[in-house]
């Protein structure tokens, strides 16, 4: 594996980081290298894949929860038509051209990435005004949602029910709720 993509990090950091991969992903040692690998070699791909297909993007990400695929997911406008929804990179430098990366088109959003950020930011002051114990906002590519994570000591699912309707109405796009039982804090 060519080792002068790792030099950015130190010398630790560069042997801890495909052993933390493995871990969160359930996935070997030299699975955890190889999908580095990949994710530092194909910035330029999602780039190119952002570029193409420009305001019809809602996210770009790479999936690393499946251990049997590491892939390239892409969300659009359901209004994209992707035939097909599966393509397989090949890397053309001469010391990747063993490596390929499959790339997924999913066609199903209702906003653009620029669309769903707007709406978060807009909901922002008013769901802290609701919900002073918010910890964070955030949106997830996988899922396609905004996710607010709240403070509650005692989490009431009912009552988490009720506040992802809600936010899912305020923001005007699907929203998830998440109970956490520790507030979030900075140095």
């Known amino acids: 594996m060519p080792n ?6 130190s010398d630790a950091e560069r042997n801890a980081a495909p052993w933390f991969y493995a871990q969160d992903f359930n996935v070997s040692i030299e699975e955890a290298q190889r999908r580095l690998l990949l994710q530092g070699i194909s910035s330029p791909l999602l780039e190119a894949i952002a570029g193409y297909l420009g305001e019809a ?6 999936e690393n929860t499946d251990p049997n695929e590491f ?11 992707a035939v097909p929804s ?20 999913q066609a199903n959003s ?3 990435h620029k669309q769903i950020f707007a709406l978060q930011e807009k909901a922002w002051p008013e769901i802290l005004k609701r919900y002073p114990d918010t910890q964070g906002i955030g949106f997830s590519p996988m899922t396609n949602t905004i996710h607010v ?4 000591k005692t989490p009431d699912e009912t009552e988490r029910q009720r506040i992802e309707t809600e936010l899912t109405e305020l923001v005007g796009h699907l929203v998830v709720v998440e109970f956490i039982k520790n507030r979030i804090t900075t140095l």
């Not at 994570?149 to 509650?152: G, L, T």
């Open 4 to 9: 002068y993509y790792f030099n950015i990090l």
């Open 57 to 62: 993007v809602a996210a770009i990400y790479y």
């Open 71 to 81: 892939a390239i997911k892409v969300t659009t406008l359901n209004t994209v038509k």
């Open 86 to 105: 599966k393509y397989v990179y090949h890397f053309k430098q001469q010391e990747f051209k063993n490596y390929s990366l499959p790339i997924y088109i």
């Open 110 to 112: 209702d906003k653009t």
């Open 149 to 152: 994570s709240i403070y509650r």
